[in-house]
């Protein structure tokens, strides 16, 4: 996996070990995340389908992007489309990725890469595999995560952040069995570089075969985990979580993960993303690309996107 590693995890900072007065978070619900496809045509996993929107907030969706080995030709993207009110973080873990907008933005991200891009009061945005990945084929794998705006800062201008793997903060456990990449938000007073409206945090764990990783994690922020590839347990009760499943978590100062000691030879090691926020607590309104508060300000985003006030498509 090309998402950024170290060769001896034993030089990172360690995470701690839970206090005595520390409470685990329980799990409070499990679910598998429906297959279909997106954009022209490749494969995704969503996420957090099925979850319930209280647990969500501040987050609206998650795709898992991949995992597929294209065929020479067969890689896919999505054309030209439009967005309002939100954010989206795309990590690429391995392939590259493309990005493109109206105003000017964009770029390459690759192999542990980020692309945080907030859309803010509108744009046209395009995403798409280089021309050389679509002639050659190639491994692609990330997840795309959608990270709701307060209502006062919806309409902000647009703007982008492009995280660059060796940028992320590594951490692991105190023995060594896991390695922690925090890429936004906070863990263990050890910060990521990604700067977020909504106070929240995102992280990308790997756990060695028979690994525990006891997470410390914001109290005032909800707790989302989703398992990438491979399998083991989740929660102090030891539920079993594999790949394509996410948990919500309960409250408490952290969480618990443990790699089962036999994965599948394709996936060596258990993979999960762990995301969670200080829930917004503001009405949603959300139709396709746009979310909004209102249903009447989703509305006047297709009234605005239909007379090209979200700028227009470079030639």
């Known amino acids: 996996m090309p998402a950024i590693t170290v060769d001896d995890l034993t030089v990172l900072p360690r995470l701690r070990t839970p206090g005595l007065g520390d409470q685990p978070r329980p799990v ?57 009110g939100f954010e989206t973080v795309t990590y690429i873990i391995d392939g590259t990725f493309d990005h493109q907008d109206s105003h000017g933005g964009g770029g390459t991200i690759t192999n542990g890469d980020t692309q945080w891009m907030t859309a803010g009061s509108g744009l046209l945005h395009i995403e798409a595999p280089p021309e050389w990945m679509v002639t050659q084929g190639g491994l692609f794998h990330g997840i795309q995560l959608w990270v709701n705006l307060p209502r006062d800062a919806k309409m902000s201008a647009p703007k982008y952040q492009d995280i660059r793997s060796g940028e992320v903060q590594l951490l692991t456990t105190p023995d060594a069995g896991a390695l922690v990449r925090v890429i936004a938000g906070s863990v263990d007073g050890h910060a990521g570089p990604g700067s977020t409206y909504t106070p929240m945090t995102l992280v990308h764990a790997t756990l060695e ?12 922020h909800n707790a989302l985990v ?9 929660g102090n009760d030891a539920r079993p979580i594999r790949t394509g499943q996410a948990a919500a978590m309960g409250a408490g100062d952290y969480l618990t993960l443990t790699a089962d000691g036999s994965q599948e030879s394709r996936s060596p090691r258990m993979d999960v993303i762990v995301v969670g926020g200080q829930p917004i607590r503001e009405p949603l ?31």
């Open 28 to 84: 409070w619900q499990l679910t598998t995340a429906p297959q279909g496809y997106e954009g022209e045509g490749f494969p995704v996993r969503r996420a957090f389908a099925g979850l319930d929107l209280r647990a969500l907030d501040p987050f609206i969706m998650m795709d898992q992007m991949g995992e597929v080995e294209y065929a020479p030709g067969e890689p896919k993207g999505t054309s030209w489309h439009p967005h309002r």
């Open 209 to 220: 075969p028979g690994a525990r990783l006891e997470l410390p994690w914001e109290v005032e």
């Open 226 to 234: 989703y398992v990438l590839n491979g399998h083991g347990t989740v």
């Open 285 to 315: 309104a959300w139709a396709g690309p746009f979310v909004m508060n209102t249903k009447a300000e989703v509305l006047e985003a297709y009234q605005d996107f239909q007379r090209g006030s979200f700028g227009q498509i470079p030639g």
